[in-house]
């Protein structure tokens, strides 16, 4: 509704004082709370900037961050870094390969995994293809693979068998005798780490059951209130797609005729199997094929 302005005395100015809102009071902030905002931004940053893997370091900043084990994430930057010199033909590298070499025998699973596919960028190291047929026998899953892959490079079939165990279901084992507490639904995708099972044991004690690998839950043997014996297969874990595809390339180079069966299965596969995992598959029976035929 427009106000009407009539003859009575008041002039425009009074009219517009009437009607207009009150001025709005503007609220400063202090300095102090300025000051700890800045210092929160500058700290999220530096935060991410000193754990960014693509940040590079100064060949100092490797030595001393490649025995900071206090850190794990500094040693990983750091065994980045000498991949990516190796990449590049820098022969400086090769003053870090003690420093790689003891941390491929870490009692630290994440230093040895690394270390293992590392090694795998230079092929004419045979300290580093010494190393890699001992952590092809690893006990952990993820790093025998890691060593399989790189072990490829030196044309090395020492670790064939893990390859071809990629495209099999991979049987978690009961560390402990106990009670199956809860473990998840077939088919549910899972990440290395992922908790799957919990073993109660007596006296109220429960034992944590997490993944060693990426992928997704195959078959549950030892449903809920199931009573397993240690070294009992609790489940099976398919691999995820990118290990599987990984290991077909692998195995294009150095497969034999006892692995086309498991090859075969991924060619075929089924409408779920993804089309670069058929395509793939594909490839590497016909040069396994082609490759027995001609060793004949």
Known sequence: MTAKLTDNG????????????PPVKRLRASGPILFLAVLF????????YFTWFGRELSDSDIATYLVDEKRPRHVQHALLQVQQRIERGDASAAQWYPQVLRLAGSSEREFRLTAAWLMGFDNKSQEFHQSLLQLVRDPEPIVRRNAALALVRF????????????LEPYPLLAPVEGVVGSTLSEGAQVARGTLLVRINQPENSVLEVRSPLPGSLAKIIAPRDTKVAQGATLLTINSD???IWEALRALSLIGEAEDLPAVDAFAQGSDSTPARIKQQAALTASAIRSRAKSNK
């Open 10 to 21: 008041n002039g425009p100015h009074d009219v517009v004082a009437a009607i207009a809102p």
């Open 41 to 48: 931004v500058i700290g999220a940053f530096l935060s991410w």
């Open 155 to 166: 044309n090395d079939n020492g670790g064939r068998a893990e390859l071809r165990a990629v």
């Open 241 to 243: 797609e990118d290990s």
